[in-house]
């Protein structure tokens, strides 16, 4: 390429219009994947603190908040649920309760807002009262086989409910396997397997611990950190082994967790696999964001487009994020 003075870079960037017309990423709202916290209980909307703007909802409230997200045009709601700490026992057993809190927020979103797609995030840390996300061995860490079993009855209850997509982030050594084993002897074969693949053990989900109340701690021998299960943050090759092992076990589409930290990993895993690949953006960068901007630090409309942005870039088919909505006002 000849340089300058023949070619001036900013002969480009002279106009808006000229801009526009030269850009080469866009965010739409069909790349927003909004995630929502479901609580027990009628007509309570309860604010997160770490989370300004994000609350728990009870099922009537998630309907409502549904259905406006579906009229924005946003595709899908990735679905949490959260139940009082009595209820937890040591393996999480009201994941597998068809009238469950998460069951009963799919039944009424569905009603309300037949048109979105419903995303269940499949985990057992909301349901265990010691916050692992499966059954402990007596060493206090999380047994691998047990809990895949589990996850696969949890998927086929959430299915039955009605969930379009199931969602695994435990980290689990065969879980795509499991699940897409259970799912299709429920007869469940249309409903794919959206795997968490790459998830690290990461300081950025602190907020949605408060969110979910999923804080580890209660037993006194269980490990007191997620890093036997969840990956070291300094690992590439071993983030693409394990998206490659989702896809062998039949994962249909893919997410990175988190996101802006790992957008090299996001990057490297749709260039080398193609799936439908997807960050989660997650709580404590969205926190920053807010904190930031509640601070008169940063704008927080232009920094949220400009990380938004940056996943198109590196290759993201789309963004689960807590600013799905407020994305979707703007575009
Ligand atoms: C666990 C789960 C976590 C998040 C989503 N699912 C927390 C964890 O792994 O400890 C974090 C999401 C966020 O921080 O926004 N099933």
Redesign the pocket.
């Known amino acids: 390429m000849s340089q300058f003075p023949t070619h001036r870079m900013r002969r480009l960037r002279s106009k808006q219009w000229l801009r526009d017309m030269v850009q080469e990423h866009r965010l739409s709202v069909k790349d927003l994947i909004y995630?929502l916290f479901l609580q027990e209980g009628t007509n309570t909307d309860t604010p997160i603190k770490s989370l300004p703007g994000v609350s728990r909802l009870t099922p009537d409230l998630a309907a409502n908040t549904a259905k406006q997200a579906q009229d924005m045009g946003i595709p899908a709601l990735l679905l949490?649920g959260i139940i009082p700490d009595e209820q937890k026992d040591e393996i999480g057993s009201p994941a597998f309760d068809p009238n469950n809190i998460v069951c009963q927020g799919i039944k009424a979103i569905k009603e309300a807002a037949p048109d979105i797609g419903i995303i269940g995030?499949l985990?057992f840390?909301?349901y265990t009262d010691h916050g692992h996300?499966g059954p402990l061995t007596e060493h206090g860490d999380v047994d691998n086989d047990a809990t895949i079993e589990n996850l696969g009855k949890q998927a086929v209850n959430l299915a039955q409910a009605g969930a379009d997509i199931i969602a695994p982030?435990?980290m689990m050594d065969g879980r795509v396997a499991a699940i897409r084993a259970a799912l299709d002897a429920a007869g469940f074969q249309h409903v794919p397997v959206m795997s968490?693949a790459a998830?690290f053990a990461s300081s950025?989900?602190?907020?949605?611990?408060e969110a979910?109340g999923?804080a580890l701690g209660a037993y006194p021998h269980a490990l007191k950190d997620?890093k036997t299960y969840?990956m070291n943050p300094t690992n590439t090759q071993e983030a693409l082994r394990e998206v490659e092992a989702d896809i062998a076990e039949g994962a249909d589409m893919l997410i990175v967790?988190?996101g802006l930290p790992y957008l090299d990993i996001v990057y490297q895993v749709k260039q080398n696999y193609g799936l439908p690949t997807f960050a989660?953006h997650?709580?404590?960068e969205?926190a920053m964001l807010k904190a930031a901007a509640a601070n008169g630090w940063i704008d927080e409309s232009l920094t949220m487009m400009e990380t938004m942005l940056s996943f198109k870039r590196a290759g993201c088919d789309g963004i689960i994020t807590?600013a799905a909505m407020d994305l979707a006002q703007k575009l």
């Open positions: 995630p949490f995030d985990c840390c909301e996300c982030s435990d968490y998830k950025f989900y602190g907020p949605f611990r979910a999923c997620r969840q967790k988190p989660y997650v709580s404590g969205y807590y």
